[in-house]
C-alpha cells in the first residue's frame, strides 16, 4: 500500500475495488468518472483526487480501464495474497462474522476462533475450529495470522489486546466499545456498531439531509 495516501482515501479504495470486480464481471470494459461517481456515491472530484494519488490511471474522454483499474486496486489492496485471520470472542457477534463470507469481496479468511467458553472451545463454529483462548500466541505462530477480530466482551477485551500487540499481530478490527493505545506497526479499526445506530437515529430524529452521514463511512 502506498504510505502516503490519506486516511480517507484508502478508505474508498475497497469501495471503488468492489463495483469494478462487479463491472468486470459484467463484461465492461470502460468507464468514465461520471459514470463511476454515481454508482458509488462519492463526487467525481474526489474520486479523480483519490486515483490521482496513484499516478495518473484515467484518460480523458475515454474515462477508465476496467481491467487495468481492477488488477491495480487488487494489488494495492493485496487481494492477490490471502490474509489469514483469527476472531477472539465466538459470541452472537463473534458467530455472526464467522458466518459472514468475507470471501466473497476479498481475500480473506478466518482460519481459526478463540474463546474461553468451554462448550464451544474444541468446536467447529461455522466451519471454523474454535480453540482455547490459552492458545492465542501459538495459534497465532502457526498459522501466520496477521488481523484479529475482536468481539469480546469489553472487560476482557484490554488484556487480550496486549497479548495481540506482543504476539506481533499486524492489525485488530475492535468491534469492543474501548480504544486502545497501541504501537504504531500494530493498526486498529473501530467498529462500533451501537454508536453507527445512534449516529443514523440521530440524524432521521434532528430532521437532518443524509449529505453528511456518507462521511461516517469515510472518516
Ligand atoms: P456478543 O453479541 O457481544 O458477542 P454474547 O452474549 O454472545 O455477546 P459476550 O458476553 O459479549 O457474549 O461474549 C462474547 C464471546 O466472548 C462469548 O463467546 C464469550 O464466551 C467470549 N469471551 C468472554 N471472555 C473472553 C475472553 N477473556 N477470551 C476469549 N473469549 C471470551
Do not use: C, W
Request: glycine share 6%; proline share 3%.
Amino acid at each position: 500500500m502506498h504510505k502516503d495516501i490519506p486516511r480517507a482515501t484508502a478508505k474508498r479504495l475497497p469501495i471503488y475495488h468492489r463495483y469494478l470486480r462487479f463491472l468486470h464481471n459484467a463484461g465492461k470494459k470502460r468507464i468514465s468518472s461520471t459514470e463511476l461517481s454515481d454508482a458509488v456515491k462519492v463526487d467525481s472530484a474526489t474520486i479523480r483526487r483519490d486515483f490521482s494519488y496513484f499516478g495518473a490511471l484515467g484518460k480523458r474522454g475515454y474515462g477508465y480501464d476496467v481491467d487495468y483499474l481492477l488488477d491495480f486496486f487488487s494489488k494495492t489492496l493485496n487481494q492477490d495474497r490471502l490474509t489469514s485471520v483469527a476472531l477472539v470472542g465466538v459470541g452472537h457477534l463473534g458467530n455472526a462474522l464467522l458466518n459472514y463470507n468475507f470471501r466473497k469481496n476479498n481475500n480473506v479468511r478466518i482460519g481459526a476462533g478463540f474463546d474461553i467458553n468451554p462448550d464451544i472451545v474444541g468446536t467447529i463454529q461455522s466451519g471454523v475450529p474454535v480453540y482455547h483462548l490459552d492458545d492465542l500466541e501459538e495459534q497465532i505462530q502457526q498459522q501466520a495470522i496477521e488481523i484479529v477480530i475482536l468481539t469480546v466482551p469489553q472487560a476482557s477485551a484490554s488484556e487480550i489486546v496486549d497479548r495481540l500487540v506482543n504476539s506481533g499481530i499486524k492489525g485488530i478490527l475492535n468491534f469492543t466499545p474501548l480504544r486502545y493505545d497501541v504501537p504504531k506497526h500494530v493498526r486498529v479499526q473501530n467498529v462500533d456498531l451501537t454508536n453507527e445506530l445512534q449516529t443514523l437515529i440521530y440524524f432521521i430524529d434532528s430532521n437532518m439531509d443524509d449529505g453528511d452521514d456518507l462521511e461516517s463511512e469515510f472518516n
